[in-house]
């Protein structure tokens, strides 16, 4: 079995990345290993503290600015991840400041909001709509 166990966002400055995931998004610290002018910064969901890290990754190679003005220019999220309650977390994280590209709304089997990290990225913030046993299909 394979598992994801380090997923990484390039992020144009780490000290503010940290700051945005930790203080805005509330995952928390789990690496901070300083690597020269750069650090191996991971921040994980508290919920899951041996769980999947997401790296926050310098963008400073050549190919990392291009990429993502292309991707962010094109609407396209660098991420994606999950809540339990996207109504309430679009309020608390508006009401904090963050900027959303797109407010919530269906699509297909979930409900999406996108975000502005600060840091170069989008962000896409999805809640699962509830399935019942008896839609459930096999593929």
């Given at each position: 079995m394979i598992k994801i166990h380090v997923t990484s966002v390039f992020v144009d400055d780490q000290a503010r990345a940290l700051d945005f995931y930790v203080g805005k998004l509330g995952f928390q610290l789990k690496n901070d290993i300083p690597l020269g002018e750069n650090r191996w910064l991971t921040v994980v969901s508290p919920d899951q503290p041996t769980g999947t890290e997401l790296l926050l990754e310098p963008s400073d190679h050549p190919a990392v600015k291009p990429y993502q003005a292309a991707i962010v220019a094109d609407g396209i999220p660098a991420a994606s991840f999950q809540v339990d309650d996207l109504a309430?977390?679009?309020?608390?994280?508006?009401?904090?400041?963050?900027?959303?590209?797109?407010?919530?709304?269906?699509?297909?089997?979930?409900?999406?909001?996108?975000?502005?990290?600060?840091?170069?990225?989008?962000?896409?913030?999805?809640?699962?709509?509830?399935?019942?046993?008896?839609?459930?299909?096999?593929?």
């Open positions: 309430d977390t679009y309020d608390r994280l508006t009401e904090s400041g963050v900027s959303f590209t797109q407010a919530p709304v269906d699509a297909g089997d979930v409900r999406m909001a996108v975000l502005d990290d600060t840091c170069g990225n989008l962000i896409q913030l999805v809640q699962l709509k509830c399935v019942k046993p008896t839609d459930m299909r096999l593929r």
